[in-house]
């Protein structure tokens, strides 16, 4: 039974000050029932902060990366293990800020997917075209390559992909809902060949409380990762409610 789920994606903002604040606010605007469908990914530096923040919630904590080894000689990067140690529950893999600005590929995406489900942290796996990918029509091309490529061996199970064309991210430029449902409808068809849709599917890319409606509407819309509007706990607040009062299959 596919789930809703919502995750905040910080990127390189909020401090542990910060991070503590946030975490005040957003309590006094969530009811209760809806913390075990969130996910917070703060800066690694900041997880173990937001662990103590958020102690006797149900919301979970996740990281924006890891590296695909346990432990060694790998100056500046972070241990899977480690995570899963210090409380997370998920990690963010393949994030399109990963892939264009560190190298990020479809190869080294799979071998953290593996390693992130070796140590029972949830991938939540990112996928999406370029504009000029898009404008080309090689939308459909470039999100079967990186779910076959990225997805080989992982177990289906237990995972949760975003799906985030690149040119909405940070961008405020959303995409509609129809074009964001063929995209969805395309990974869940995608995925049901290599053997389990029940996957939940996320939409990611300008994601706010005034569009969230029409996009959780969709079918094979299950839930958001949202940037920007996930800095604020009135607006992340107002995002959870708008999508996790909906059955998941409203709209089937
Ligand atoms: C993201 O960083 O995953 C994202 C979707 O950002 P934004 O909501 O700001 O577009």
Redesign the pocket.
């Known amino acids: 039974m596919r789930q809703r789920i919502i995750a905040a994606?910080w990127?390189m903002y909020k401090n542990p000050q910060e991070t503590r604040s946030f975490c005040e606010s957003l309590r006094k605007l969530l009811p209760i029932h809806m913390e075990k469908n969130i996910f917070i990914f703060p800066q690694s530096i900041c997880i173990e902060t937001l662990k103590v923040a958020l102690a006797s919630t149900n919301i979970k904590v996740g990281a924006q990366n890891c590296y695909f080894e346990n432990e060694g000689a790998f100056t500046g990067e972070v241990s899977p293990q480690t995570l899963f140690h210090m409380g997370c529950s998920s990690v963010?893999v393949g994030?399109?800020?990963r892939r264009q600005l560190f190298g990020e590929t479809n190869e080294s995406c799979q071998k953290k997917i593996l390693k992130a489900q070796e140590n029972k942290l949830i991938p939540m796996y990112?996928v999406g075209e370029t504009l000029e990918e898009r404008k080309s029509n090689k939308t459909f091309e470039v999100l079967e390559t990186q779910i076959q490529e990225g997805l080989k061996d992982a177990d289906l199970k237990k995972l949760i992909i975003?799906y985030?064309p690149v040119w909405?991210?940070?961008?405020?430029e959303?995409a509609t809902p129809d074009i964001a449902q063929e995209a969805h409808e395309f990974i869940r068809n995608t995925l049901k060949r290599l053997g389990n849709d029940d996957v939940a599917l996320l939409y990611?890319?300008?994601?706010?409380p005034e569009n969230a409606g029409l996009l959780a509407a969709k079918a094979d819309i299950d839930g958001?990762?949202?940037?920007?509007?996930?800095l604020k706990a009135d607006s992340f607040s107002e995002i959870c409610k708008t999508n996790l009062t909906r059955p998941v299959d409203a709209a089937r």
């Open positions: 994606n990127k963010l994030h399109s800020e990112c975003a985030e909405a991210i940070g961008t405020g959303v990611g890319g300008s994601v706010k958001f990762l949202v940037g920007g509007a996930s």
